[in-house]
């Protein structure tokens, strides 16, 4: 009535791994849908920080003779490159100048990426 042999073939342990299912194979980087609306918003948030703000508040505060501002990030505010002159920057090595900007920029600096400040004197201007 019943036989006592299996109806089918008895695999070794080495050939078993050629008939288990395929795993799915899932990105080593999941987003819950939560998550990734989260990183959404934060991508497309700019940071408020304009280029003429910052020129604006830097020929005030400075008295900066000439301010060129190039937004790096296309047109985000996360990314600014600055070509600054100013007679303050007299006597100043690179260090020194780069803190007084940004001890004037501080809060915009806090809220953008990047901020890549060139800093001249008047006479260096003048010379290139």
Not at 44 to 52: I, K, L, M, Q, R
Request: glycine fraction near 4%; proline fraction near 5%; charge should be positive.
């Amino acid at each position: 009535m019943f036989s006592r042999t299996p109806s089918f073939t008895v695999l070794s342990r080495g050939c078993r791994y050629l008939l288990r299912p395929t795993p799915v194979q899932r990105s080593p980087f999941s987003l819950s849908a939560r998550a990734f609306n989260a990183v959404n918003a934060a991508m497309a948030d700019t940071s408020g920080v304009t280029a003429d703000l910052l020129k604006s508040k830097l020929l005030d505060q400075l008295q900066a003779e000439h301010v060129e501002i190039e937004d790096l990030s296309g047109g985000c505010g996360q990314a600014f490159q600055a070509i600054i002159v100013s007679a303050q920057f007299q006597n100043k090595n690179m260090l020194a100048r780069h803190r007084l900007v940004n001890s004037v920029l501080k809060e915009e600096i806090a809220a953008i990426h990047a901020w890549t400040p060139k800093c001249l004197t008047p006479e260096q201007w003048q010379a290139q």
